[in-house]
Structures are given as C-alpha cells and as structure tokens.
C-alpha cells in the first residue's frame, strides 16, 4: 500500500503565499506521475498540477503563472509552491500519486487533503 502524506496548508491572506508537500511512502517501484487536486465546498474536485515523470507538467489555467509544482523523485516528495493566492484558490487540497509497485501492479493513491483558506 502506497500512502500519501500532505502537509503545508493553512490560513494566509491575499496575495501571500503558502507551500504544500506531499510525501510518498511504502513499498514503490516506479512513481509515474504525482499532482495536486483541490475541492472547494460545493464544487468537484479539479486538477492543479501534475507533474509526470520525464519533467513534464501540466497546470489549471487558474493557476498559470502562480504555482509552481516540483518533484524531490529520491524522496518520492513533491511540492506546490503557490504565490500570489486569490480567495478563489481556498479549497481541501489533494495530492495524487499514479505508479507501479514492485510486482508490477500499477497504484493510484490519494492523500488525506489539507486545508487551504485565503482571507480576502
């Protein structure tokens, strides 16, 4: 069982700034692909950011230009760094990781979700 540990949420005013981490552990052999989801009260959860292996990445256009998201592959770690929040942007924060565990059985696991609220 592959577990996914979040940390980094909290409370932050307009325009400040906040970094979110997630942590991969247990037995894996290969992450393909590890991102970032959010789901706002009355709303469906929506992608964030991903980050696949290759370096590619992918962002909502709601966020282009002020996250930025980045893998630590040796920690099996990756982070949110997000700048110049916007109300808009408070949400239950999910990380997702997609991989293969040594017998060769691919996983998806989520992350308990981690509380982001930005005061206007």
């Known amino acids: 069982q592959v577990r996914l540990v979040e940390s980094g949420g909290g409370l932050v005013q307009a325009g400040g700034s906040l970094r979110l981490s997630c942590a991969a552990s247990?037995?894996?052999?290969?992450?393909?692909?590890m991102g970032w989801y959010r789901q706002a009260p009355g709303k469906q959860r929506e992608l964030v950011a991903v980050?696949?292996?290759?370096?590619?990445?992918n962002y909502a256009d709601s966020v282009k230009g002020r996250f930025t998201i980045s893998r630590d592959n040796a920690k099996n770690t990756v982070y949110l760094q997000m700048t110049n929040l916007k109300h808009e942007d408070t949400a239950v924060y999910y990380c997702?990781?997609?991989?293969?565990?040594?017998?060769?059985?691919?996983?998806?696991?989520w992350g308990q979700g981690t509380q982001v609220t930005v005061s206007s």
């Open positions: 980050s696949r292996s290759g370096g590619t990445t």
């Open positions: 247990g037995i894996i052999k290969s992450i393909n692909a």
């Open positions: 997702n990781a997609e991989g293969y565990i040594p017998s060769g059985r691919p996983f998806a696991s």
